[in-house]
């Protein structure tokens, strides 16, 4: 146990969690001190990252890796000061296979699924001022761009409120 009255130094903690082998398996670009993550699974291997910023007053804009590995198919999540969220990854809802959003999943139903986007993807410093959703087969959103990739179809949006359809 530690107990002092000090700011918090992020050096320290990574050393300590190094040596006692608890690294941390998830891991953010952030530069400024705020930023953290958790997360939970559900049985069929779908998962809900939890990623907080603490931080007052600033945005932050990062990439999230697991064990090195690129989470969200490398793209930015936008973080403003003092909000959370939880983009899905992997999760399967509405039919729908969603394999990552830099978005937060708010509804599902037969065959869509609806986002909102992390902040304002207008706002200037948001990552291109855009949501990617990428889902397992073919689906479609109005308005947005759409491309293929390795049977996925990976749609990028501009609107704060959107919704993803099967087919």
């Given at each position: 146990m530690i107990t002092t009255d000090y700011q918090c130094d992020l050096t320290f903690w990574g050393r300590?969690?190094?040596?006692?082998?608890?690294?941390?398996?998830?891991?953010h670009s952030a530069t400024?001190?705020?930023v953290f993550l958790l997360t939970t699974a559900d049985g069929e291997r779908g998962r809900l990252p939890h990623a907080f910023n603490v931080s007052s007053g600033y945005d932050?804009?990062?990439t999230v890796t697991e064990n090195g590995k690129p989470l969200f198919g490398g793209e930015k999540l936008h973080l403003p000061g003092r909000t959370a969220a939880i983009p899905p990854l992997g999760l399967t809802v509405g039919g729908l296979r969603v394999a990552y959003a830099t978005a937060e999943l708010t509804g599902a139903a037969d065959g869509r699924a609806t986002f909102r986007a992390l902040g304002d993807p207008g706002a200037p410093g948001a990552p291109g001022g855009e949501s990617v959703v990428a889902v397992d087969g073919a689906a479609r959103c109005?308005?947005?761009?759409?491309?293929?990739e390795g049977g996925r179809s990976v749609l990028r949006v501009r609107r704060t409120e959107f919704t993803v359809h099967r087919g």
């Open positions: 300590a969690f190094r040596v006692l082998d608890a690294a941390p398996a998830l891991r400024d001190p705020g932050q804009d990062f109005e308005g947005a761009r759409t491309s293929t």
